[in-house]
């Protein structure tokens, strides 16, 4: 897998969800007032209001679509989202910051075809990906085989 690969499979966070207790800490209620600069402030606003204080996160742990413009659309407003410092995960907003990813994430953002196709290339590889001393393909993300 390439570089190209990761920042494109991560690109499939345009159709998912989180919950705030991943995100929290880039949050200024949660961060001693003070908003992470690589968040743009209207979304760290409009998710404090959405995940409310720890307390509400231990009750209720709300979630939200990691792209806030499109995320029942399988398109590539995820990376414009990014740009525009409004990438929910940590990790996701530093694909456009960093020097070795910002330039696939401009090109995906530009070209939504060439994401698509990417995307499909990227999933055939990671489907022919082979187990072994080199790590373990999980059965399900969250948990160990």
Request: net charge neutral; charged share 15%; aromatic share 8%.
């Amino acid at each position: 897998m390439t570089l190209n690969d990761m920042v494109t499979l991560l690109g499939g966070h345009t159709v998912g969800v989180n919950h705030c207790s991943f995100f929290q800490n880039r949050l200024s209620s949660f961060n001693g007032g003070n908003t992470d600069p690589t968040m743009d402030p209207s979304l760290d606003a409009s998710l404090v209001e959405l995940c409310g204080s720890s307390s509400n996160l231990a009750s209720k742990n709300p979630s939200t679509f990691l792209d806030q413009d499109t995320g029942n659309v399988f398109d590539n407003q995820f990376f414009n989202q990014v740009l525009s410092k409004k990438g929910v995960l940590h990790i996701d907003q530093k694909l456009a910051v960093d020097r070795s990813s910002a330039r696939i994430v401009s090109n995906f953002a530009r070209n939504g075809d060439a994401f698509q196709r990417s995307f499909a290339n990227a999933m055939i590889k990671m489907g022919n990906l082979q187990g072994g001393s080199n790590g373990e393909i999980r059965k399900n993300c969250r948990a160990f085989n």
